[in-house]
Nanobody, 120 residues
């Protein structure tokens, strides 16, 4: 099993920045892709960004150029730097990890979620 613990959510004004962190523990050797999904009230969970063990990244179109995903394999931690935040970025952000190289179909392991609220 893999455990994921997120931190870094909170309340920020539009145009501000937040940095999310997600630390993995347990059978981390089984992990390839790590990333972030988000779910706003009344909406489906969507993939925001993912990064593979080798450092390949991908982003949702709505966050490209504003969010940056990075990973410290030595610490088994993935980060999401969120800049130029908009009210529509408000959601619960979930860290995910999977043995596959992609997260588009979801993740085998999930964190508990962290709330990000952007005020206008």
């Amino acid at each position: 099993q893999v455990q994921l613990v997120e931190s870094g959510g909170g309340l920020v004004q539009a145009g501000g920045s937040l940095r999310l962190s997600c630390a993995a523990s347990g059978k981390v050797f089984s992990i390839n892709a790590m990333g972030w999904h988000r779910q706003a009230p009344g909406k489906q969970r969507e993939l925001v960004a993912r990064i593979t063990l080798g450092g390949v990244t991908s982003y949702a179109g709505s966050v490209k150029g504003r969010f940056t995903i990075s990973r410290d394999n030595a610490k088994n931690t993935v980060y999401l730097q969120m800049n130029s935040l908009k009210p529509e970025d408000t959601a619960v952000y979930y860290c995910g990890a999977d043995p596959r190289s992609y997260l588009v179909y979801g993740a085998g392991y999930w964190g508990q979620g962290t709330q990000v609220t952007v005020s206008s």
